[in-house]
């Protein structure tokens, strides 16, 4: 199997799309956090309080957000780094031919 190593145009076209999802998902947490302060506020001048409903709905959502953008490029980080342990091992061993 013939693979090269990534040019340096493919790592920052990667780096910079990993760091846009990992800036998405702060921006989508620092909203979150914003409104459902909001909300709280909201809710707790009325008699009920209602405010932990739509925190804890879209709180779900930004789990899943954050799953997605971080175990996924961590994940695939993993990924790579025993891709190339196992090149390095391979390279180190001699042609049995």
């Given at each position: 199997m013939n693979t090269s190593p990534l040019?340096?145009?493919?790592?920052?076209?990667?780096?910079r799309k990993r760091a846009g999802a990992k800036m998405g998902w702060y921006l989508h947490a620092s909203v979150y956090i914003i409104v459902n302060l909001l909300l709280a506020v909201l809710s707790a001048m009325s008699e009920r309080h209602w405010a932990v409903f739509p925190a804890f709905g879209?709180?779900?959502?930004l789990l899943i957000h954050g799953a997605v953008v971080f175990l996924a490029t961590g994940g695939g980080g993993l990924h790579e780094r025993l891709v190339q342990q196992e090149r390095k091992r391979l390279s180190l061993q001699r042609d049995p031919w």
């Open positions: 040019q340096n145009t493919d790592i920052e076209r990667l780096a879209w709180g779900i959502g």
